[in-house]
């Protein structure tokens, strides 16, 4: 499983996540709480989360082998930002106050709003190709990573 630490997180991410979170629960203290899902994710994790769509398995227990909602990421091992360590990108989802994940589409926006005064960091929401609401990521990781 991913980690979901804030200290396998890029200072910047972890910055801009505290800050984020601290200017949420004062601007809506009612609403859902923002959570990290995942910050650094091993290249194993990686390799298995882009092999869903095609590892003949039933990945979402849906009954359903390789369907099209299995496919998750068209990152392979070590392309993704999440495969460094410090990692160069972290998920959120929110969690109601019974406890319930809640990955309705208006906080997602409301929070990327805060996140994104922090200057550097791109929102998954702003992606061109696949829409990746609950991510974040350093804008330049790949200039760092880059030998
Ligand atoms: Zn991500």
Not at 21 to 43: C, G, I, M
Not at 120 to 129: A, C, E, L, P
Request: hydrophobic fraction near 35%.
């Amino acid at each position: 499983m991913a980690s979901r630490s804030l200290f396998d997180l890029n200072p910047l991410l972890a910055y801009a996540f505290g800050k984020a979170e601290a200017e949420w629960l004062l601007l809506y203290p009612a609403a859902p709480k923002p959570f990290l899902v995942a910050t650094h994710r091993s290249n194993q994790e990686q390799q298995a989360l882009y092999d869903q769509p095609r590892d003949k398995k039933d990945n979402d227990g849906d009954g359903q082998v390789d369907e099209k909602d299995e496919f998750v990421s068209n990152a392979r091992a070590g392309q993704s930002p999440h495969n460094y360590l410090p990692s160069y990108a972290f998920d959120i989802a929110f969690r109601n106050s019974k406890g319930a994940t809640d990955y309705n589409l208006k906080w997602f926006v409301d929070f990327a709003r805060l996140v994104l005064k922090t200057p550097g960091i791109t929102w998954g929401g702003n992606f061109k190709s696949i829409i990746d609401r609950p991510h974040f990521e350093l804008t330049d990781w790949e200039k760092l990573v880059r030998k």
